[in-house]
């Protein structure tokens, strides 16, 4: 890995676009659920729309998850811990960061960890 940063910010740069974008979603459909007139309890579409928010808000909160990742691993670039575990303290093979640059945990530890 020449330069994580490069590759970190390439990815903190995707992660941002796809949480603006997701955010831009469960904003409309609240917004769609808040400008159906009255009576959601006996409205089929009531059930829907609280599915399409749930489903949206998962995806949102999955991908601030990520962004979150890149930015601890912005930070151990900085410390200069990047690339390695930080539970067993080994370090996390370049195929794996190759895959996913903010790997915080080498494969074994990331294996156990799920
Ligand atoms: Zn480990």
Known sequence: VDDPRQRLAAE???TL??????QH??????????????DDEHDPEGSTIGFERAQAQALLDQASAHLAEIDAAL???????????TR???????ERLDARPEAALCIT??????
């Open 12 to 14: 903190r740069a995707d």
């Open 88 to 94: 067993c303290g080994r370090p996390i093979a370049p």
């Open 25 to 38: 979603d469960v904003g409309v459909i609240v917004g769609a659920a808040s400008s159906t007139t009255g």
């Open 75 to 85: 930070a151990r670039v900085g410390e200069g811990t990047y690339g390695t575990c």
């Open 17 to 22: 676009a796809r949480v603006a974008a997701l």
């Open 109 to 114: 530890c990331a294996a156990r960890h799920s």
